[in-house]
């Protein structure tokens, strides 16, 4: 599972990344939370499912019945104005895009980052037209990749025997976008009726929009939003699409403020709590007062709730726990509920076996839903929160 970060220069994607990715307790298997300079893990929160059970049990990742689960970001920078004309985006960006499969959008929403990247006063640039402007750019760098040799395959499609669909899946393969993906939008928007070799430049753009709208959902993060002086542009930003309101740079505090021992913060939350008998500096007790009136404008800082929103509410993914050991809900050295995957809706016990390892799948003959101890089939459809165990001939490993 990963999440692209994108959006115009300064507007705080690298914040965003810093806030997203800096842990504030060192996690037992992962290490690192930055793997490339640009590539990093974020946590969502979900229930673990020890609530369920009622049991308490030593992980990591799981503090007081919430379970944290890693997701990875990816800070895609380089597109800037004109960039589907190739200036700036290399092999780099098509391999940030490809691996994306939610896009958040980061926006300066108080307007206050040119087109340039420049720092001008807050309110003088108009937040609507970066949306616009990023997503135009991005269709337009994946228009120009289709098409490349378009009117040739266009023709061959109709004189040889050859078909569209996997066609223009294979062009745009280098994005992990797939016939089932081409189809359904070449369905959609009623394409397929219409000889190829008579779409007109707005069918085309019309079905690489579609496209990027079904394959790489956005979110957009209405970022630097502590310097807006009213927020009826969030409004106006949501009639757009998936808005959520953020400060970026105040996570960021807050999380290091958190990592230095100061302050008790569960990230995503309204407050904070300076701990006890801990000395502040003069300018750390500034910095947390302007974190504290931020907090009060905003609700929170926005960013855990960005992820959060990227992972369930437009990829609308499920958590689900793999057990070995159903009576103890552990592995086999007795780790209780060690795993917790993210799986899209519709998944089944298969897929979640293909994912654990391929022997399991290989081998796979049952499995049991531990919650309600049922035998199920490699076709049951898993849900949210489900615990299952996986009975295979060929174990993992
Ligand atoms: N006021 C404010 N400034 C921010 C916020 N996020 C980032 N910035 C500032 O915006 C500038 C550009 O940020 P950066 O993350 O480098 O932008 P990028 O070019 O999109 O990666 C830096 O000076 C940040 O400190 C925010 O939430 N609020
Ligand atoms: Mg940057």
């Known amino acids: 599972m990963q999440i692209g970060l994108l959006g115009k220069t300064n507007v705080g994607k690298s914040t965003f990344f810093s806030a997203a990715t800096e842990t504030l307790v060192q996690i037992g298997n992962y290490p690192f939370t930055t793997i490339e300079p640009n590539v990093g893990i974020a ?6 499912a020890c609530k369920h059970f009622g049991i308490e049990h030593k ?5 007081e019945g919430t379970r944290f689960i ?3 970001l990816i800070d895609i920078a380089g597109l800037v104005p004109g960039a589907h004309e190739g200036k700036g985006l290399g092999n ?4 940030n895009a490809r691996q994306a499969e939610v896009l958040i959008h980061v926006v300066d929403a108080s307007g206050s980052t040119d ?13 609507l037209q970066d949306v616009q402007f990023v997503e135009e750019e991005f269709d337009k760098w994946m228009l120009q990749i289709l098409k490349r040799e378009w009117q040739k395959l266009a023709r061959e499609t109709e004189t040889k025997n050859i078909k569209l669909i996997p066609t223009i899946a294979e062009r745009l393969s280098g994005l992990g976008i797939n016939e089932y993906d081409v189809g359904s939008v070449l369905q959609k928007l009623e394409l397929l009726t219409k000889k190829p070799t008579t779409w007109n430049d707005d069918d085309l753009f019309l079905f690489i929009k579609e496209l990027r709208n079904s394959t790489k959902p956005m979110i957009i993060a209405a970022n630097k939003a502590d310097l807006c002086t009213d927020l009826s ?3 106006e930003l949501k009639k757009k699409g998936a808005t959520i309101a953020c400060s970026a740079e105040t996570e960021l505090v807050l999380k290091k403020a958190s990592k230095a021992g100061l302050i008790d913060y569960n990230p995503g939350e309204k407050n904070f709590k300076i701990k006890d008998g801990v000395n502040i500096t003069p300018e750390q007790s500034k910095a947390l007062e302007l974190v504290k009136t931020v907090l009060a404008k905003l609700e929170s800082t926005g960013v855990q709730q960005i992820i959060h929103s990227a992972c369930f509410d437009l990829l609308k993914l499920i958590v689900v726990f793999p057990v070995e050991d159903e009576t103890n809900l552990s592995n086999k050295d007795g780790d209780i509920l060690p795993d917790a995957h993210l799986l899209p809706l519709g998944s089944t016990v298969k897929d979640l076996a293909t994912l654990i390892h391929s022997d399991l799948a290989k081998g796979f003959l049952h499995a049991i839903d531990v919650k309600t101890k049922q035998q199920i ?6 849900r949210n929160e489900d615990v299952i165990k996986i009975i ?3 174990s993992r490993g």
């Open 377 to 382: 089939s490699g076709s049951h459809q898993l």
């Open 233 to 235: 542009v969030i409004e």
């Open 43 to 48: 946590y969502v929160k979900t229930n673990c």
């Open 115 to 127: 087109s340039q990247g420049q720092s001008v006063a807050v309110g003088t640039q108009d937040p």
């Open 59 to 63: 992980h990591s990742l799981c503090i």
């Open 392 to 394: 295979s001939t060929l």
């Open 92 to 95: 780099k960006f098509l391999d």
């Open 70 to 72: 890693p997701v990875k």
